[in-house]
């Protein structure tokens, strides 16, 4: 039953009343961790709503994840009711694709364009340094494409980028990669992540109708997280809200933990600027942690000289001291927490899911899974390769994809000798010869394969290739249910049969993962009206990493901090507080980020509510060695006041001067952007690690994905596991 109306926003303090009541113009709040700022955006929105004074369909609210936005959703309808559909809540990545999808035409692209993961960026930039005559061995495709992204995210364009942002022979070879690039995605009717935040600015700009009918649709904008925006979405919104100026962001700059992706805390910073109008209103209380444990994180976050002053207080408990666990090595951390879990259930009632385990990196859950195994403890891993990066998901999807639109290149290229059907490198080279000279898609040239000049009987096997993608499209468009087409496309293309007469164990187990992917296009078509392949694909390619994270499965959530990001837990063991791995230390040729680095502790900090453990170990393997650790200098900086050591006494710490930062790299690391999380480990089966089945054409030969930032959107990302 829909609550009494008038009691809505009985359950806010004062500050946060006035935030959520707050109708008209610009209204920025920043404020502390736990202080209630998502709060106070499901509140507000329900009291928009309540009051009338808009329609569902007139909110836009933009959330860090798609989990926060379902959360936020669901919690609305509880206060309100039923008027909370048809809301547009999602990530930036999500609700910008599905108003491209509405307006492709507009520039230039049709409504099933493709998106891009940003595996298949990788590869489509991998084709193009060979076609240009590069080695991706010498030069990594992979530093290119983190390269054009930063350029896309800057708004900076291919042309202005060979005229103005040359200074290197690798940002020449950026600039003819990205040219040509840009023109592949075109022809493939492919977007990439970026393209997802950028193509909205362009469809903006040029067509002023198109952004009118957006600004009176979405009257009013709600943004969480706000410090975490990169200069495309802080674009895209304003563009948004500049009719109506009614825009609310929330956030926290002591937070900001994406700069390496682009984010950009100016655009909190500035808001006031942007928005001579703002409203401002603090919230002060926080309503998550125990004092020790705020006192703790305002002792960690003073440190930074970047940092707006806040006041943050609680009418919770002191609550225990923060205990700092000084451990041997990584095995003993590890058994020494997974103890303390057991202890702390027995000792004060908890459930697995009361338990966070937080890391810097994604390749530390491994010990961890190893020592809650032997225990029995149940564990959900958050992060890490995803079900949909998987080589055999990644395939027939792909054959879906080309359902939906045959011009895709990559996910052409993925199949179509994908079982062998005798299409081999030679003749997909004649083939992409023939559609470069030409300038048209690979699909135009098989389907007019005679003017390809093949060898024969590899025409014959393109010929029937086509006819059988021909035949599924038809099936598709004719609204055959999604879950049917599935099964035909299994069937037809043969790829079931031939991981059934593979019949290795690693070949079975892929055969039961294609089998899940079928169960969760069956769930799909079950819980969705008028289910349809092209959102399903999208909706998988937009999974981000925290979205995994589910709060009611009893299990014990291991996760990167960065993915920790607006959760909120009762026990938090902080791990691996070492120097050169939290703070983690710079990558080659780049400044140290010490700033960057405390945000994160504060972000983890942050997290617990009754109960935070800090762990380091003395040793560690590194490079198959084990090294000795220095303390993480975090632990010189925390208010010894609030932590002790197991035994209750207080923590000693040597006061060196913690500004400087000379430390080198400790992992082997060669990729630009790949901070948070280095090596993924797969928990279902130990398939990853290996090379994919391969179809015998090396140079189109897709390999398991280990980059944590190609999974969905932005933060990655429900999978199965
Ligand atoms: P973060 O900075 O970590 O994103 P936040 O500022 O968004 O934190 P919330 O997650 O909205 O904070 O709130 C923190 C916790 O405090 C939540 O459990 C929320 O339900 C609770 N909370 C916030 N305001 C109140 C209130 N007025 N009364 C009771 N509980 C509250
Ligand atoms: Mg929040």
Redesign the pocket.
């Known amino acids: 039953s829909t609550p009494d109306p008038a009691d809505l926003l009985s ?3 004062e500050q ?1 009343r006035r935030a959520a009541s707050h109708v008209q113009g610009p209204l920025l709040i920043i ?10 955006l499901t509140y507000r929105i329900a009291h928009l709503l309540q009051k009338q004074h808009a329609l569902p369909h007139n909110i836009l609210a933009l959330t860090f994840t798609n989990k926060a936005a379902r959360e936020m959703q669901s919690r609305i309808q509880d206060l309100i009711g039923e008027r909370a559909s048809g809301l547009w809540m999602g990530t930036f990545h999500s609700i910008f694709s599905k108003i491209l999808r509405f307006e492709a035409e507009r520039i230039g692209y049709s409504s099933s364009f493709s998106i891009y993961d940003s595996a298949d960026s990788e590869n489509a930039i991998k084709l193009i340094l060979k076609e240009l005559n590069y080695d991706p061995r010498e030069i990594r495709p992979r530093t290119i494409q983190y390269k054009i992204s930063d350029a896309k995210n800057q708004l900076v364009g291919p042309d202005t980028y060979q005229n103005r942002f040359v200074q290197s022979t690798l940002d020449d070879i950026t600039a003819r990669v990205y040219q040509l690039y840009t023109r592949r995605l075109k022809e493939a009717n492919a977007m990439d992540f970026d393209d997802l935040l950028i193509r909205p600015i362009e469809l903006f700009e040029e067509h002023p109708d198109v952004l009118e009918k957006y600004q009176d649709k979405f009257r009013y904008i709600l943004i969480d997280e706000y410090q975490d925006t990169n200069h495309a979405q802080y674009k895209v919104t304003r563009l948004l809200a500049d009719k109506y100026e009614n825009i609310c962001v929330v956030g ?1 700059d002591a ?1 900001s933990i994406y700069s390496f992706r682009g984010a950009d805390i100016s655009n909190i910073l500035n808001f006031k600027e942007d928005y001579q109008k703002a409203t401002e209103v603090p ?1 002060e209380q926080n ?2 942690s125990t004092k020790h444990i705020l006192q703790c994180a305002d002792s960690v976050i003073k440190q930074n000289r970047k940092q707006l002053e806040k006041t943050l207080w609680t009418e919770n408990i002191d609550g225990e001291p923060i205990t700092l666990l000084e451990n041997f090595d990584e095995r003993d951390e590890a058994n020494r927490i997974v103890n303390y879990i057991n202890d702390l259930k027995l000792r004060h009632g908890y459930q697995n899911n009361d338990f966070a385990i937080l890391y810097r990196t994604n390749y530390q859950s491994r010990i961890f899974e190893e020592a809650l195994r032997r225990k029995n403890i149940a564990y959900q891993l958050v992060g890490g390769l995803s079900f949909y990066q998987r080589k055999e998901i990644k395939d027939v999807l792909a054959y879906l994809t080309l359902l939906v639109n045959p011009e895709d290149e990559q996910a052409l290229l993925r199949i179509i000798n994908e079982p062998s059907r005798g299409i081999g490198n030679k003749s997909l080279n004649d083939l992409l010869k023939k559609a470069r000279s030409t300038g048209s898609s690979v699909w135009k040239i098989l389907k007019n394969v005679e003017t390809a000049d093949l060898y024969k009987p590899a025409e014959a096997r393109v010929k029937e290739f086509v006819q059988m993608i021909e035949n599924l499209r038809e099936l598709l468009e004719s609204g055959t249910p999604i879950l049917d087409v599935t099964k035909k496309v299994l069937e037809k293309s043969g790829y079931l049969k031939a991981l059934v007469e593979e019949n290795s164990a690693q070949s079975l187990t892929r055969r039961d993962n294609v089998l899940e992917l079928q169960n969760a296009i069956a769930y799909y078509q079950q819980n969705t009206g008028n289910a349809k392949l092209s959102n399903f694909l999208q909706e998988i390619t937009l999974i981000t990493d925290t979205d995994k994270y589910d709060e009611n499965k009893p299990a014990v959530t291991l996760m990167t901090v960065h993915a920790s990001k ?1 959760l ?1 837990f009762p026990v938090v063991f902080i791990v691996g507080l070492e120097e050169n791995l939290f703070p983690m230390g710079p990558r080659e040729g780049e400044e140290p980020n010490t700033e960057e680095e405390r945000r994160l502790f504060y972000v983890a900090i ?1 997290r617990a509510q009754k109960h935070l453990f800090f762990s380091y170990s003395k040793m560690r393997f590194k490079y198959g060695e084990e090294q000795r650790q220095a303390r993480s200098r975090f632990l010189n900086e925390v208010d010894p006041g609030v932590v002790r050591t197991e035994t209750g006494a207080t923590i000693r710490q040597n006061r060196t001067d913690s500004s400087s930062f000379s430390v080198e790299r400790d992992d082997s690391s060669d990729s630009a952007k790949r901070t948070d999380t280095e090596i993924d480990y797969d928990w279902k089966s130990p398939v990853n690690s290996k090379k994919p089945r391969s179809s015998g054409n090396s140079d189109y030969e897709y390999e398991y994905d280990d980059d944590p930032f190609r999974t969905g959107a932005h933060v990655l990302h429900p999978s199965f596991g």
């Open positions: 359950k806010l303090n946060q404020a502390g961790a736990g202080s209630g700022k998502t709060r106070v926290d937070q919230l309503y998550r607006g909120e942050t």
